[in-house]
């Protein structure tokens, strides 16, 4: 039984679309104020349903947890370290959220870079070595109740709901990147 899969699915949502709002993010020229901005808002709307309230409630509720119960000696180092990088995530978001209240350029791009930066060395460390472990280190009856939790999840957030608006956000932003590549 494999519960990180649907993780991994979830990091490429992530990872595609954080690729692609950076680029966005430093072209404050070449979009009207009020399109970069909505396109930002959009993006925290991203990180706040789809990474904070979905992608990250499954790790730190559920799998985390799981790998901090008595008798799984391993990533208990790794574990506290995934969680300061999100609290560091969310320290990022706060700067963008800023950015847009204020409309300041500077703010949102230092944010979405912050933001990244985070984001792109953690996913890389719980692909590479936190979810391996916790494929070895978990037991199948934990991995089950595991899996229940996200179904759980997943029911409640409306997971085919969410991941429509946000591949549909993903692709606005593929033709708002073509649209500013053209204006050069
Ligand atoms: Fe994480
Ligand atoms: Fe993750």
Known sequence: MNITQELVIEHQLILTINQHILVVSLQPNQISNDEYFAVMEQYVSFVDHFIDDYHHVKEEEFLFQALELPGIIGPHLLIAEMLVEHELSRQALQLIKQGIAY???????????????????????????????????????????ISQFYEDIEKSKQKSLLWKNYVNFSERLILLLREVCTIH
Do not use: C, F, T, W
């Open 103 to 145: 409309k300041n350029y500077d703010e949102v791009i230092q944010g979405v870079d912050k933001y990244i930066q985070v984001m792109s060395g953690h996913i890389s460390k719980e692909e590479n070595i936190l979810y391996p472990l916790a494929e070895k280190y978990l037991n199948n009856s934990i991995k089950l109740r």
